[in-house]
């Protein structure tokens, strides 16, 4: 049983990651966004 449940535990951790690391890096880019427009504009 363990060793099916960890694979699939393993799989689940990594995707989380993923998800949050892409988050984190459109997040990111959406900030240097939005601040290079505030100081282009300004």
Do not use: Q
């Amino acid at each position: 049983m363990r060793l099916r449940v960890r694979p699939s535990l393993g799989r689940w951790h990594r995707y989380v990651i993923t998800c949050k690391t892409t988050y984190g890096a459109l997040a990111l880019y959406d900030i240097c966004d939005y601040s290079s427009n505030l100081f282009n504009s300004e």
